[in-house]
């Protein structure tokens, strides 16, 4: 019983859900909260159970060890011995582990009053082990080994996911979130080829065209080139500026604009969105010049997914035609392409190129024409559209696995056999 007790509690403490525990604990659950102060000192706990566990089993071995040999004296070690293994093994460990398994939270709850006083007890022999494995425990740096790391919480939810305790975009927040910290600006950013800027020359008409053509809330100013911005206007200020006078200055109405370096953090950028009340960022390259511009929405974007509104237009980067052929934008990234189609050839290094425009343009080394068609790999490229150096849409075809569609040919040759 002693050594069932003690190998339950190793397994109940051990599989025991600690986040139903602290929410049954912050319920009011008393029991819930004793198991979780108890698992709080985890070392010191398998350190006891792990005593008390041996104690017993020796225990027993010797006292089976007397019986067997005052009636068996020939074969008494052999019966000993055989008797001892199968009842520690069946009932101190294969059946208390299997229930402790099955009702971790329960047995941790009903044992962990009886474990504190035993933790107390045996407190000198487990403060000399824990002391005998403290160099053990720590990493060549010093610093100890996470609980739990950033990977396999990832693999972690996409079990929950395939359980059902968790919607697919649920679980893609929970990952955004994790993500966020690791991104940076750069990941993130509207490229200088896409920005819009007004020159601080224009007139007042030419701003407001643009206003009215482009529909943004905030616009950066440059002077004379877009590597020299010198403020932002926000559309707000000039629509009620031009109510007052229409030969409005531009200049007049600038803020000053927020400058940040391309490597960034997005969660840190986020701060100081926050903390200068700003919704802009221009960034900058390693030479001081523009590299594009980054707004609250893009970073709000990276833990919500795209938001749309009225004037938005809605851009499918990604079109299943057939099944393995695809019509998809230039400026899909390359790495969320091929998690699309489950397929990262080798010769394709993701982290070289940010979009499949770049990808394709860099295997062609030259500007395409609408129509050409090129391959990498399985991949077998078209080009639908242009809109001047840049591959707006492309057609993709992924051709079958070799290795693969060989197996196949096997399997079929020894059904007919």
Known sequence: MLSAFFSASETAFSAANMIRLRTMAEDGNKRAALAVKVAGQYDKLIATILIGNNLVNIAISSLVTVLATSYFKNYAVAIATGITTLVVLTFGEILPKSFAKMNAESISMTFAGVLRILMTVFTPLSWL???????????????????????????????????????????ELVQSALEFNDTTVEDILTPR???????????????????????????????????????????????????????????????????????????????????????????????????????????????????????????????????DTYEISGDMPVDDFLDEIDYHPADIEEDDYDTMNGLALSVLEHIPAVGETFQLGRLTFTVLEMEEQKIEKMRISLAPDPEKEAEKAKEKEKEKD
Do not use: C, W
Not at 141 to 166: A, K, N
């Open 129 to 171: 082990f824990l002391r005998l494995m403290k160099p053990f425990k720590k990493k060549e740096d010093g610093e100890e080994q996470p609980t739990i790391t950033e990977q396999e919480l990832m693999y972690m939810l996409d079990t929950i996911e395939e359980e059902g305790v968790l919607e697919e975009q649920e679980k």
């Open 193 to 323: 080829v896409n920005m819009v800027a007004i020159d601080e020359e224009a007139t007042p008409q030419e701003v407001l065209q643009v206003i009215t053509e482009e529909g943004f809330s905030r616009i950066p100013v440059y002077s004379e080139t877009v590597d020299h911005i010198i403020g932002v206007i926000h559309t707000r200020d000039i629509l009620q500026a031009a109510l007052l006078n229409k030969n409005f200055d531009i200049k007049k109405l600038m803020t000053e604009p927020m400058y940040i370096h391309r490597s960034m953090k997005i969660a840190r950028l986020l701060s100081e969105f926050q903390r200068k009340k700003v919704h802009i960022a221009i960034v900058m390259d390693d030479y001081g010049g523009t590299l594009g511009i980054v707004t609250m929405e893009d970073v709000l974007e990276e833990l919500v997914g795209e938001i749309y509104d009225e004037r938005d237009e809605v851009v499918t980067e990604f079109t299943e035609v057939t099944p």
